[in-house]
């Protein structure tokens, strides 16, 4: 269910993509955004830091998902961090045109372009570190997550560019058979006496 706060988090979210496409992103201000949202400039710096942090807010509720969805323990690691992107593709596709109008105000706006490259590096250290901390040694765990998060990233853009019907899990799993390396979707959960 659905809490006040986060309703709050998701008008200013919404306000601030409908702004962005019809005035264009340097010419919204956060005043204007909470206006939108109707709620006052002094809330919308509650829930974010800057206009920026309006499409980049989901970043750590993503992460902790992703690292949820990892099975404990990680084996086999390829497949396990398929399964987590699996979860985060499940999440995502009832977002897509939100999604997609966000994903064409980012590669229009290069600091918004960068930001994003951030909160990617910041996703594959906190995969990584989950990864460690369950027993894969560190390069394994970098290399492995790098490899998956660029396998989504590819299968996402062609998701959020393209009038094609095809899901994103489907999508994730044509990025991993390009590589030679198929995978299919999440596997069914073990029982605890499996």
């Not at 809490?3 to 702004?19: G, S």
Request: hydrophobic fraction near 45%; charge should be neutral; proline fraction near 4%.
């Amino acid at each position: 269910m659905v809490n006040r706060r986060e309703r709050c988090r998701e008008r200013l979210q919404q306000a601030a993509l409908e702004l962005f496409t019809r005035d264009g992103y340097t010419e919204t201000t956060a005043v204007a955004i909470a206006e939108r949202a109707g709620v006052s400039e002094r809330t919308f710096y509650r829930h974010f830091g800057d206009k920026r942090e309006v499409l980049f807010g989901d970043g750590d509720r993503l992460v902790g998902l992703l690292v949820d969805a990892l099975p404990h323990p990680p084996e086999p690691l390829d497949q396990a961090l398929r399964d987590a992107l699996s979860a985060l593709a499940a999440d995502m596709t009832p977002r897509r045109a939100r999604l997609a109008q966000r994903a064409a105000l980012i590669r229009a706006h290069r600091e918004l372009a960068e930001r994003e490259l951030l909160k990617g590096q910041s996703w594959a250290e906190a995969l990584a570190r989950v990864l460690t901390d369950r027993g894969v040694d560190e390069l394994t765990a970098a290399a492995q997550v790098e490899v998956a998060l660029a396998l989504f990233r590819t299968a996402f853009a062609r998701w959020v560019t393209s009038d094609d019907a095809t899901d994103l899990d489907s999508l994730i799993d044509q990025a991993y058979a390009a590589t030679g390396r198929p995978l299919k979707g999440r596997r069914a959960p073990t029982s605890a006496g499996s």
